[in-house]
Nanobody, 128 residues
């Protein structure tokens, strides 16, 4: 069983930056593709970014391309989401997730149902 704990959320003005972290324990972190999702009030959870096991492949939702960067440090069992040029519409609870699928080394997924383990989320609020 993998436990995921997100941190780094908070209140930031539009145009600002935040870096989210997700620390994993209880599993072999380097074997899991990882993803970030978010859920705004009254909306469904949506895909934000994903990274392959080795970190060599990444994939982003169109609405964050050029603004957010996903990365991972397998030695620290941690995945990050660097968020720049934040907008009020980025306000949401951000979740990290781990995918048990053992695909190719470059495998990533944007499908919520593919992910097996989830953190409790961290709140991000962007003020205008």
């Amino acid at each position: 069983q993998v436990q995921l704990v997100e941190s780094g959320g908070g209140l930031v003005q539009a145009g600002g930056s935040l870096r989210l972290s997700c620390a994993a324990s209880g599993g072999t972190f380097s074997s899991y593709p990882m993803g970030w999702f978010r859920q705004a009030p009254g909306k469904e959870r949506e895909f934000v970014a994903a990274i392959s096991r080795s970190g060599g492949n990444t994939y982003y939702a169109d609405f964050v391309k050029g603004r957010f960067t996903i990365s991972r440090d397998n030695a620290k069992n941690t995945v990050y989401l660097q968020m720049n040029s934040l907008k009020p519409e980025d306000t949401a609870v951000y979740y990290c997730a781990a995918d048990r699928t053992f695909g190719s080394s470059g495998y990533v997924s944007d499908a919520l149902y593919e992910y097996d383990y989830w953190g409790q989320g961290t709140h991000v609020t962007v003020s205008s």
